[in-house]
């Protein structure tokens, strides 16, 4: 499946990123398909001296949805990953998904492959009536590290229900069975599922897709812009008690682990700062939000993880949450000799702001 702008996949007409949005429409037009301008947001220091540079961009919203910072360029087109899920998650609740607690925050998760997220993706699949036969992602190893070694160990082979996305993908089925629709093609963009998916995405995001590709899962994928992607969680964690963006943030954050996994960090953010949904995606990308709908979204332009969690953590100090909170979130330290002879150190531009609420 190549990338293509969504009509061309679809059959409908989608707005170019220079058409205005139509006269009463809150939608706004697609995010433009360019090389994105990237700033400097993290430097990597060894002994005192910059070693490298990571470049990426960055977006702080307020909580009445104001851009309070910006770094880089949060308005060219982007393929969020697995930070677009929650979004993914809200759709389907929206077309009849029943899911609450632990399995929502699974439909939600790039999960670890632990026996728990097995089991959950296999509970979502019988409410269906369905099997692990009945996926279509990508066979794979289970995603966390140590759950991968036992794996491999214990000789099993890659399977579609160890791959990180099974629980959004047993998900899919059981929304697209509940609804009547067809099985076999429920990855294919013009299928009714990823058409609910596709309006959702725009309605959180509030701007067109600009382009539409395959996820390393299989699944579609919805380009929009870094500043449409802090948007849709703050709408997310802002949403009235009992709507499907509600119960996904409660979802989540009651259940972080299921949403990720056991040492993994997305989850322990959530747990350490009060209230907050975040979700993590591959290629750099981080998404948090507050429930007052302070929001920030990452991109890291090399996809590089030692990168991603700093500066992350430091755009939340940064849009008032209490660093201390976030001490064990500065990145991991540099070896020289077995010592710590350097670490990441986000850009001056992420130094928070004093007198702010936390």
Not at 44 to 57: F, K, M, P, Q, T
Not at 302 to 327: E, F, K
Request: one cysteine or more; proline letters at 8%.
């Amino acid at each position: 499946m190549s990338e293509q702008p969504l009509e061309e996949r679809t059959g409908q007409t989608r707005k170019s990123p220079d058409t205005p949005s139509e006269p009463g429409s809150s939608l706004a037009a697609a995010p433009s398909v360019r090389e994105p301008s990237h700033a400097p947001v993290a430097h990597l220091v060894r002994g005192g001296v910059i070693e490298g540079v990571h470049y990426g961009s960055v977006v702080v919203l307020a909580a009445d949805g104001s851009v309070e910072l910006r770094i880089g360029d949060i308005e060219a087109a982007f393929y969020p990953r697995s930070a677009l899920k929650p979004v993914q998650a809200v759709a389907m609740l929206r077309a009849g998904l029943p899911l609450e607690g632990d399995l929502l925050s699974l439909a939600a998760a790039s999960h670890s492959g632990e026996e728990r997220h097995l089991a959950g993706a296999r509970r979502i699949l019988e409410l269906a009536g369905l099997t692990e036969d009945d996926l279509r992602n990508v066979p794979d190893l289970p995603y966390g590290p140590v759950v991968r070694e036992d794996w491999i160990r214990a000789g099993r082979l890659p399977s579609r229900l160890a791959q990180n996305c099974s629980g959004k993908h047993a998900a899919m089925l059981c929304t697209t069975r509940l609804n009547g629709w067809s099985l076999d093609d429920y990855l294919d963009p013009a299928h009714p599922l990823q058409q609910v998916i596709a309006e959702t995405v725009e309605d959180l995001t509030g701007q067109a897709v600009a382009r539409v590709t395959v996820d390393g899962c299989g699944a579609p994928l919805f380009a929009v812009s870094l500043h449409g992607l802090a948007r849709a969680v703050a709408r997310i964690t802002t949403a009235p008690p009992g709507t499907p963006e509600a119960r996904v943030a409660d979802a989540m954050r009651e259940h972080a682990e299921m949403a990720s996994g056991s040492g993994r960090d997305v989850a322990a953010l959530m747990r350490a700062v009060p209230g907050l949904l975040s979700k993590d995606g591959f290629e750099g990308v981080q998404v948090a939000a507050l429930p007052d709908g302070r929001a920030v979204a990452v991109k890291i332009a090399d996809g590089a993880d030692r990168a991603r969690v700093p500066v992350t953590a430091a755009a939340l100090a940064r849009c008032g949450v209490d660093p201390a909170a976030l001490t064990a979130f500065g990145g991991a330290p540099l070896l020289g000799g077995g010592a710590v002879v350097g670490h990441i150190r986000p850009t001056g531009a992420l130094a928070p702001l004093t007198g702010r609420p936390t």
